[in-house]
């Protein structure tokens, strides 16, 4: 089953504050809805991102971590509370809720249901060759499908690549990035569940923003992506309906040390 996350709670309204911050990727890279432009701490330990969703508790099923640097010996700690609890000792001492997130190679999620205004991210890892950074950091509600992707379906990896070709037809290139695509096809999907789950994902995506996806939610993969098509649904017969999703991922861009 896929999990979508289609808007991301984290804005320059709700992001209370971090730790510490390089002067040069500062803390609104977090959700500038720009993978390849990151975030980066000044240090390796004892790393914070502070979130307040507003006045209210709000429900958030998922958090991600998108095109990290994080080593798979790093901690990443989600503690969260209905009230500010101060300053990392006292948040690792008052917290509601904790759970320590699945590490991941490239980008990272953790599946959840809690409903809290207060949210808090630890992250150590002394392990790094460099300091730890973060792509974009999604918080929110997860959407799914009622109907799953039919099997067998396509998922690759394509290079960005710049070319110049001579006049004797010698070949120069250079990979520059790399992204992930997928082409998933659902059938036998409802007239209601068309309706009220793939047109709704459609309207709410309008194909303008990366989202995050995860292709399987029994595995730790997940991707920042573009749905590159519009709703387009084949009505194969009577309560039967087909559709497509081709995505793409934002590209990562470089390494940055």
Request: charged fraction near 20%; charge should be negative; hydrophobic fraction near 45%.
């Amino acid at each position: 089953m896929i999990y979508n996350c289609l808007s991301n709670l984290l804005t320059v309204d709700t992001l209370d504050s971090v730790s510490t911050e390089h002067a040069v990727f500062v803390k609104e890279n977090l959700y500038n809805q720009r993978q390849s432009k990151p975030f980066r701490w000044t240090a390796k330990v004892n790393n914070e991102i502070k979130i307040n969703l507003g006045g209210a508790a709000i429900p958030v099923t998922i958090i991600g971590l998108m095109n990290h640097n994080l080593t798979d010996t790093a901690i990443v700690t989600i503690r969260a509370a209905a009230a500010d609890q101060g300053n990392l000792a006292a948040w690792q001492a008052g917290f509601a809720y904790e759970k320590v997130m699945t590490w991941n190679e490239i980008s990272m999620f953790e599946a959840l249901t809690q409903t809290f205004q207060w949210w808090h991210i630890e992250v150590d890892d002394a392990g790094n060759s460099v300091i730890p950074q973060i792509g974009e950091f999604v918080i929110g509600a997860h959407s799914q499908f009622t109907m799953n992707y039919r099997w067998p379906f396509t998922e690759g990896e394509k290079g960005i690549l710049t070319e110049n070709v001579t006049k004797y037809k010698q070949r120069h290139r250079g990979n520059i990035a790399k992204h992930r695509v997928f082409r998933l096809n659902f059938d036998a999907v409802t007239d209601a569940n068309l309706v009220s789950e793939v047109e709704a994902f459609f309207d709410a995506h309008n194909g303008d923003t990366p989202f995050l996806f995860v292709p399987e939610t029994t595995e730790a993969n997940c991707w920042f992506v573009f749905c590159l098509n519009d709703f387009d649904a084949a009505r194969n017969f009577e309560d039967l309906n087909a559709f497509t999703l081709d995505l793409e991922e934002q590209t990562r861009g470089v390494t940055l040390l």
